[in-house]
């Protein structure tokens, strides 16, 4: 029997979540992409956007490495048919489909290329420092070099201090974290952000029938202070809203106080203002079902147009 082929290329959004922002509702058919760094726009898929290559690969002995990618695809399959059933219905899931959308809102916020590169960003700068210190004084070198040949690590005699601090000072190294070792930072703050998620009131936003509709992004987990205020911002810091598109018509609002009623029909100006978030929290694409979409803008309402290039 021939065995099954390892996916290498792993959605990081579930296609199945995707497609509700097509025309049709239908992972097949097609969206307009904008780029938000080049401002230009592209037909496509579900099936191309929101992927890495072995994004979910792992090195467990006895397992292939696309195991997470496989093991999560149930999940994923009873997430987007609660959301599914939402749209349909446009009203407040019942508690079982609430537990699914909120923990797949919880994968999608932490388990992203934004988050992860943020987080990697961090851990470079934190190794470099430590090897700055490291090379800082030749006894604190001499004694972590014993400490490491004692804990057994082949640590090659041909490296003198002095080499060691030239290689630090110039700097003409790369570090490369694998994908199993962020995942395990990913799901140990998934772990942590579940209930913090479970702690805020939701609501169901509704687009009112006339449009306009709410857009999606390849960040679509947004997290926004209430007013006016700006800084630093958490999950678990009050006066905070979470919103999340469950496609052109449904979203999710979550906060800690003053809720809504569990199911709201919007004003145009409301659905803007989520659009922009969306768009403004997108690390590079955003998803719309139309050709133009509207977000909120100097206080009003305006349109974005998705140019697609002509093709000769």
């Known amino acids: 029997m021939k065995e099954k082929p390892i996916a290498r290329r792993h959605h990081y959004l579930p296609q199945g979540y995707l497609a509700a922002f097509t025309s049709s509702g239908l992972k097949e058919d097609k969206f307009f992409v904008l780029d938000v760094n080049s401002g230009q726009a592209f037909q496509t898929s579900p099936l191309n956007v929101a ?59 932490v388990r992203n290329p934004k988050f992860r590169g943020s987080f990697n960003r961090s851990r470079e700068q934190m190794l470099r420092r430590m090897a700055e210190i490291l090379v800082s004084d030749k006894k604190i070198w001499d004694r972590h070099l014993e400490k490491a040949r004692d804990a057994g690590e082949n640590m090659p005699d041909g490296v003198s201090f002095e080499d060691a601090r030239q290689f630090v000072e110039e700097g003409k190294y790369d570090f490369e974290f694998l994908p199993e070792g962020n995942l395990r930072v990913e799901f140990k703050t998934f772990d942590q952000l579940l209930p913090l998620l479970g702690q805020r009131t939701w609501s169901i ?81 955003v998803y719309s079902a139309q050709e133009y979409f509207c977000v909120w803008h100097e206080g009003r309402i305006r349109e974005v147009q998705c140019v697609v290039p002509e093709t000769r």
């Not at 496989?70 to 399959?77: D, M, Q, S, V």
């Not at 009203?91 to 999608?108: A, K, Q, S």
């Open 51 to 109: 992927s890495r290559r072995d994004f979910n690969r792992v090195e467990i002995d006895g397992h292939p490495p696309d195991v997470l990618e496989n093991a999560l695809a149930p999940f994923e399959g009873e997430a987007v048919d609660a959301i599914r059933g939402v749209i349909e219905n446009q009203r407040f899931p019942n508690d079982v489909d609430w537990n699914l959308i909120l923990n797949l809102l919880g994968l999608i916020a």
């Open 205 to 285: 936003l509704v687009a009112p029938p006339e449009g306009p509709e709410f857009i999606c992004s390849d960040h679509p987990v947004s997290l926004a202070w209430k007013g006016n205020r700006s800084g630093p911002i958490g999950f678990g810091l009050r006066e905070t809203e979470v919103f999340f598109p469950l496609g052109r018509h449904v979203g999710f609002y979550g906060v800690f106080e003053n809720p809504l009623k569990p199911t709201v029909i919007c004003k145009p100006g409301n659905i803007a203002t989520m659009n922009r978030r969306i768009a403004w929290n997108a690390e590079r694409h």
